[in-house]
Structures are given as structure tokens and as C-alpha cells.
């Protein structure tokens, strides 16, 4: 059964450096999103795509993070400089139509970032 | 703006009982859709259920079902015979407009 694929699962880090994760949606998908889950709380929506087009990136911030999904396939999520705050799950998803949320997201297993 | 409320952070209950898990919204809009969504502890994310708010009927899937009160902007999830592979974080979610906005979910406990 297709799966999206995110790496790495874990990533510990130090205030101030560079870290980056990477997601694979199920193949066909169009839109990708990537959600900030912080202990204990719901999924906060960064980014969403639709193909290689940033759809919404209002709750993205800007100054530290980046997003691109340059051939519409696979997606990167950077953040530079990393800072205490940012320690949280990192989840991706994605739908298989250009339909948005109505239809079920697919969720990667998440990659959990430490920032010390 | 849109907002979830998920009152019960955390619930336990025996295995093969009912339980019910409650959710509510606040919005000024009247066509949106509502899901709640799985997630087993380190594993994905997983949709449970969704429900169209323009349907009357309540969403049933297997051993779960909902209760929407639409007028009351609540949207509660009932799971029934309840196994130890239910055991897991249960997100509320409410979607209008491609926006979609998580609760912040409840932890149930299925005990053997």
C-alpha cells in the first residue's frame, strides 16, 4: 500500500543551525501539505501545494522557513536558523485531486525535531 | 475566525465499551465539512470519519458513527465495541474553504 515517506524520522539540533526534512508523497498526489505539530496539540497547517505551486503559506514563517517542491513530486521543508520554539513533529500529507481537504489526507509518520 | 474545541484531553475506558468523544466549532458559515482523524501512538495519521455539513444524516463507518448537531456546532464521535488497537490521539477537524483547523485532540485509552 502507498505510503507518504518523510526522513529523518528524528532530528536533534542546536539552537541556531540549519535543519532540513524531507517528504514524498503517494505518487499521483497533487496537493502536499506540511503541518507543525507541537506536544500535545492539533496539527498547524506551514505550507500547501499544488503541484509546484504554493497555494498557502500564511502561517509559514518566513524569515526562519522555506519551503519548495520544485518538480511537483517531493517536497523540502527548511529551517534556518532553528530556535527552541521550533521543537515539534513535523507532519506531511497529501490528497490525490486538486480538491483541497475535502478529500482524506494521507499522513506521513511525522519527523520529530529537537532543538537544544 | 474558525475555532475547534476538543474538551476531553483525555478518556479511558474497557475494551468492547462505547465511548464518545466530543467536539465542538465555532463558525458563521454554513457549508463546510467536518473528519476526525486517528493517530496511533508512533504511527501516521489516519482518517476516521467525515462528514458533508450540508448532510442531514450522520456519517457511519463500521463501528464508528457520528452525532452532528449542526445547529449546536457539535460534532461528537461515537466508537463502539471498542478494541485495544483503538487506542490513540482522536483529532477533531473543521474544513471550509481548503482551510483546515485541528482541535487539539483527546487521548483515549482502550484498557484490556
Known amino acids: 500500500e502507498a505510503e507518504v515517506a518523510q526522513s529523518p524520522r528524528y532530528k536533534i539540533t542546536e539552537k541556531s543551525q540549519a535543519v532540513a526534512f524531507w517528504c514524498d508523497p503517494i505518487s499521483g498526489h497533487a496537493t502536499l501539505y506540511w503541518y507543525r505539530q507541537i506536544l500535545g496539540q492539533g496539527p498547524e497547517l506551514l505550507v500547501q501545494?499544488?503541484?509546484?505551486?504554493?497555494?498557502?503559506d500564511s502561517q509559514l514563517p518566513k524569515d526562519r522557513f522555506s519551503a519548495e517542491r520544485l518538480k511537483g513530486v517531493d517536497s523540502t521543508l527548511k529551517i534556518q536558523p532553528a530556535e527552541l520554539g521550533d521543537s515539534a513533529m513535523y507532519l506531511c500529507?497529501?490528497?490525490?485531486?486538486?480538491?483541497?481537504?475535502?478529500?482524506?489526507?494521507?499522513f506521513g509518520p511525522g519527523t520529530r525535531l529537537t532543538v537544544l | 475566525a474558525q475555532t475547534v474545541t476538543q474538551s476531553q484531553p483525555e478518556m479511558s475506558v474497557q475494551e468492547a465499551e462505547t465511548v464518545t468523544l466530543s467536539c465542538t466549532y465555532d463558525?458563521?458559515?454554513?457549508?463546510?465539512?467536518l473528519f476526525w482523524y486517528k493517530q496511533p501512538p508512533s504511527r501516521q495519521m489516519i482518517l476516521v470519519i467525515r462528514?458533508?455539513?450540508?448532510?442531514?444524516q450522520n456519517a457511519t463507518e463500521n463501528r464508528f458513527s457520528v452525532n452532528f448537531q449542526k445547529a449546536a456546532k457539535s460534532f461528537s464521535l461515537k466508537i463502539s465495541d471498542s478494541q485495544l488497537g483503538d487506542t490513540a490521539m482522536y483529532f477533531c477537524?473543521?474544513?471550509?474553504?481548503?482551510?483546515?483547523?485541528f482541535g487539539k485532540g483527546t487521548r483515549l485509552h482502550i484498557l484490556p
Open positions: 462528514q458533508e455539513a450540508y448532510k442531514q
Open positions: 501545494f499544488q503541484d509546484e505551486s504554493v497555494v498557502d
Open positions: 500529507a497529501s490528497t490525490p485531486v486538486n480538491r483541497g481537504p475535502y478529500n482524506e489526507q494521507f
Open positions: 463558525t458563521s458559515e454554513n457549508n463546510y465539512y
Open positions: 477537524a473543521f474544513v471550509l474553504d481548503d482551510k483546515i483547523i
